[in-house]
């Protein structure tokens, strides 16, 4: 059963700009400034009185979802521009002890289970990695980005073919914005 119409209010701090326009969106805030593209035919994106409204008339269950799917997505970009993301990983090591640093725009991991080669890993624009001890910290504004790295740092020190349950040396994600 289609409804006549869904709408997502979504309230826009005082110290946040969003502006739209052409189906992007840009929100401006102390911390930073994202932009997507958000266009389907059924769904209106309006900003007034410091509220951005999605708004949809005769909306299928697709466009619903869609309609909400994007209200999340907005919601975490005002969340990014105003407090940031932060991901908190943990060295984990039994076997062999290893080092983390950051050169420049890379992430560098040494001496995993012995290796000769070090393990590198580029890190993309906007985010900012720091090591403290046997800990990392990624953080940035676009949470998409933030989470994708913190996956990939994990993913970067699996190890395929072992018991996991011996072999824990890693980095393992810890904490996590939500």
Same mark, same amino acid.
């Given at each position: 059963m289609r409804l006549f119409k869904i709408e997502e209010v979504i309230e826009i701090p005082s110290n946040v700009k969003v502006e739209v326009e052409n189906n992007k969106i840009k929100v401006r805030g102390p911390k930073g400034e994202l932009e997507r593209v958000i266009d389907y035919p059924n769904i209106k994106v309006l900003v007034e009185n410091n509220k951005l409204r999605l708004v949809s008339y005769f909306a299928t269950r697709r466009e619903k979802r869609i309609l909400y799917t994007w209200a999340s997505h907005i919601e975490n970009m005002i969340k990014g521009v105003t407090e940031g993301f932060v991901y908190k990983l943990k060295a984990v090591y039994v076997h062999f002890?290893?080092? &983390?640093?950051?050169? +420049?725009?890379?992430?560098? @991991?040494?001496?995993?289970? +012995?290796?000769?080669?070090? !393990? *590198?890993?580029?890190?993309? %624009?906007?985010? *900012?990695?720091? $090591?403290?001890?046997?800990?990392? @910290?990624?953080? +940035?504004?676009?949470?998409?980005? $933030? +989470?994708?790295?913190?996956? @990939?740092?994990?993913? &970067?020190?699996? @190890?395929?073919? %072992?018991?996991? !349950?011996?072999?824990?040396?890693?980095?393992?994600?810890?904490?996590?914005?939500?």
């Open positions: 002890p290893f080092k &983390m640093k950051v050169q +420049g725009d890379t992430f560098i @991991i040494e001496n995993f289970l +012995g290796e000769k080669a070090p !393990r *590198k890993i580029t890190i993309p %624009k906007g985010i *900012k990695v720091r $090591v403290d001890g046997d800990y990392v @910290i990624v953080e +940035g504004v676009d949470i998409e980005k $933030v +989470g994708n790295f913190a996956g @990939i740092l994990e993913q &970067m020190t699996s @190890i395929p073919g %072992k018991d996991p !349950r011996k072999f824990q040396d890693g980095l393992y994600i810890i904490e996590k914005p939500y």
